[in-house]
């Protein structure tokens, strides 16, 4: 017997004999359809069961690449933003830079352009001119501490060397 039932061959059968063993290769194909049949419907399940973890694996994989893109997204706009701010600090620390070049280029000028108008003993003739109204020791004692406020060195604009003809003066002048 082949693979397939011969339905001729079971309505030929004769005896008794023939039919059981008819019966019984019938009964086994059953039993071997019946277990290929389970044998299928388990490689289904399988099948089934692994695309469903195929599918939420990609699923959890998917969220985690969106997560993931979100967060550089996120980041680069940070990096952006300090960037932005770094840009800022040096160009203001630049324009702040140059303005000082200027201020500095600007009272280097001013220096020497008073130094250049300045003749020797001028600073005595400058410091005699300055105490000229202090009549009296009060208001000679007054303009000494003014002119102290204005040019002493520690001052912005202060000057060391009007600031000691300011002083010899002011003694010459107390002891007058």
Known sequence: ?????NWEEVDRAQSEDELRRIKLWLFQENIRLQNERDELEDMQDKLL?????????MEALSRRIAL????????????DKKLAILQDGFRKLEEDRQRFEQERRRL?????????????????????VL???????????KRYRDLLKIFHP??????????????REFQRRKED
């Open 154 to 167: 520690d001052n912005f604009c202060g000057d060391a060397e009007l600031m000691q003809y300011i002083n």
């Open 108 to 128: 280097e000028g001013g220096r020497r352009q008073r130094e250049s108008m300045e003749l020797p003993g001028q600073g005595e003739n400058v410091a005699h």
């Open 1 to 5: 017997m082949g693979n397939g039932i």
């Open 49 to 57: 069961k692994e695309q469903a973890r195929f599918r939420e694996e």
């Open 68 to 79: 993931e893109q979100k967060r550089l997204r996120e980041e680069n706009l940070f990096f």
């Open 131 to 141: 105490f000229r109204s202090a009549g009296n020791p009060l208001t000679l004692r």
